[in-house]
């Protein structure tokens, strides 16, 4: 056993790729520490079976992971089209009707969500991932609108669209995502992530649903549209969310790709800043899908996300669809380890998380542990937030939890840094933890240093308070 291990953590999305016991085990045992399920694709039979094999590997390899319930949202999509394309060219009128069943090869096309209720005359509709761009013409009826064409291209069924400057007032989970959510409340999900977030409500809202019926997940917000990114909106959501996912490829498509990168930076340091999780997804290592290595600009992009601190980085398409899920996740891992080991972790200021006593005691104990080359930081947290916490000041060594709560462990796993351990509520659980690692061979042959982190009243959340140097 080594501390050697990476910091940032990877989330894969489970998938046709991945879709067995085997798959799971191996792209676990290679570095993913959560998975992501998709609620756009799928049905209760397969999120079942992947539910339970996540598990079951994760029992038999000792390894703690975390499992992400992604909820679809207001992703609005094409219905079906006649020979499965329609070509466009600028200046073509075409009705976009939510009634429309059965495409007949003209211009009059299905969509799966009444945009007529939402959109305004003016506004920009982009079709195919924003391959096609178009403005609405006229609110044609209750169901029904006219966009024009602005440029050539072709459209293909259930394809999706984006509303950048649409304002859906609050409205974005659809009956769909009440019904997942319902369905997802009692499987065991660590986090929920809701898609097309606008504002700081839209959080708050999933999370009352979420409280009452009893699901204790953590609430990720996918930054993926204009209204979120907004400075009155961005730190809001920050705030009331219990992690983001920097979804780059509808935000891309929203609000231009030019901004991405600037945004993604702002976000990181963001969630740094107020100790909330942060995960960098899409198209992280695209080319694997169908490639055996990874780009040199993916290789760079995956790099760059390590190094501005980010909690996770995250395949989709890569583990959910590919031709290499496996390789891809060995390329991620060897990314991140080279990265963390030659590079630091660019500062952020992070003056007023300080202001709280939780976050100031953190912050000493990362700044002791640097100070006498401690081998790692051992924290006692029964809700986490101990742990997250130090995570927040991104330590350059292992912070190992101790929790007396499985679902707490199974959250930190995406958490930066964090190796958690599940051992009974116990005045002294850091320095038992500590001493069954040193027998292990964890910190090496000879003496090591430890900083413990703990509270007077274990398993009692929030009353982190106790700092200690051990010599092991």
């Given at each position: 056993m080594s501390t050697i291990f990476k910091r940032t953590k990877i989330l894969a999305t489970v998938g046709p790729a991945t879709h067995s016991a085997e798959k799971i085990a191996d792209i676990m045992?290679?570095?993913?520490?959560?998975?992501?399920?998709?609620?756009?694709?799928?049905?209760?039979?397969?999120?079942?079976?992947?539910?339970?094999?996540?598990?079951?590997?994760?029992?038999?390899?000792?390894?703690?992971?975390?499992?992400?319930?992604?909820?679809?949202?207001?992703?609005?999509?094409?219905?079906?089209?006649?020979?499965?394309?329609?070509?466009?060219?600028?200046?073509?009128?075409?009705?976009?009707?939510?009634?429309?069943?059965?495409?007949?090869?003209?211009?009059?096309?299905?969509?799966?969500?009444?945009?007529?209720?939402?959109?305004?005359?003016?506004?920009?509709?982009?079709?195919?991932?924003?391959?096609?761009?178009?403005?609405?013409?006229?609110?044609?009826?209750?169901?029904?609108?006219?966009?024009?064409?602005?440029?050539?291209?072709?459209?293909?069924?259930?394809?999706g669209l984006n509303l950048p400057d649409t304002d859906?007032?609050?409205?974005?989970?659809?009956?769909?995502?009440?019904?997942?959510?319902?369905?997802?409340?009692?499987?065991?999900?660590?986090?929920?992530?809701?898609?097309?977030?606008?504002?700081?409500?839209?959080?708050?809202?999933?999370?009352?649903?979420?409280?009452?019926?009893?699901?204790?997940?953590?609430?990720?917000?996918?930054?993926?549209?204009?209204?979120?990114?907004?400075?009155?909106?961005?730190?809001?959501?920050?705030?009331?969310?219990?992690?983001?996912?920097?979804?780059?490829?509808?935000?891309?498509?929203?609000?231009?790709?030019?901004?991405?990168?600037?945004?993604?930076?702002?976000?990181?340091?963001?969630?740094?800043?107020?100790?909330?999780?942060?995960?960098?997804?899409?198209?992280?290592?695209?080319?694997?899908?169908?490639?055996?290595?990874?780009?040199?600009a993916e290789v760079s992009d995956v790099a760059n996300a390590v190094i501005q601190g980010a909690d996770v980085v995250m395949l989709s398409d890569e583990t959910a669809n590919g031709k290499y899920p496996l390789e891809t996740v060995m390329a991620m891992r060897k990314t991140i380890m080279y990265t963390q080991e030659n590079s630091d972790v660019m500062s952020v200021d992070k003056d007023e998380a300080r202001k709280k006593t939780d976050a100031a005691i953190s912050y000493s104990a990362v700044r002791l542990a640097q100070d006498i080359k401690a081998s790692a930081i051992i924290a006692e947290t029964s809700s986490g937030a101990t742990a997250v916490n130090i995570a927040a000041f991104r330590p350059n060594l292992p912070i190992i939890s101790v929790t007396d709560r499985q679902e707490t462990a199974q959250k930190l796993a995406l958490s930066y840094a964090n190796r958690s351990f599940v051992r009974p509520s116990d005045p002294d659980a850091a320095g038992k933890i500590a001493d069954e690692l040193k027998a292990e061979g964890y910190f090496g042959d000879g003496p090591a240093r430890v900083v413990l982190v703990s509270g007077y009243t274990p398993g009692e959340p929030g009353t982190t308070n106790n700092i200690q140097v051990r010599v092991l």
């Open positions: 045992n290679a570095g993913a520490n959560g998975f992501r399920i998709n609620f756009s694709h799928g049905g209760a039979p397969d999120r079942m079976e992947q539910i339970s094999w996540i598990r079951e590997a994760s029992q038999k390899s000792g390894k703690v992971v975390a499992i992400l319930q992604d909820l679809q949202g207001p992703k609005i999509r094409l219905g079906v089209l006649k020979d499965n394309m329609l070509t466009v060219k600028p200046g073509d009128i075409l009705t976009l009707d939510s009634t429309v069943e059965e495409h007949d090869g003209g211009f009059t096309l299905p969509v799966q969500y009444n945009i007529a209720e939402k959109m305004k005359v003016g506004e920009p509709l982009y079709m195919f991932d924003g391959k096609v761009h178009s403005v609405v013409k006229e609110i044609s009826g209750p169901t029904a609108i006219k966009v024009e064409i602005q440029n050539n291209g072709f459209l293909m069924s259930r394809k859906f007032g609050g409205d974005i989970l659809t009956p769909k995502d009440i019904e997942d959510i319902e369905w997802g409340a009692d499987k065991g999900f660590d986090y929920v992530s809701l898609s097309f977030v606008q504002t700081a409500a839209d959080i708050t809202d999933l999370r009352s649903r979420l409280v009452a019926l009893g699901s204790n997940a953590h609430v990720i917000a996918k930054i993926e549209t204009k209204s979120a990114i907004r400075p009155e909106n961005l730190e809001e959501i920050v705030r009331v969310s219990d992690g983001i996912m920097v979804a780059r490829g509808d935000l891309a498509v929203e609000a231009g790709a030019e901004i991405v990168p600037t945004v993604q930076r702002r976000i990181v340091a963001l969630c740094r800043k107020h100790g909330k999780l942060v995960i960098v997804a899409t198209q992280m290592m695209g080319s694997m899908v169908d490639n055996p290595e990874p780009s040199r």
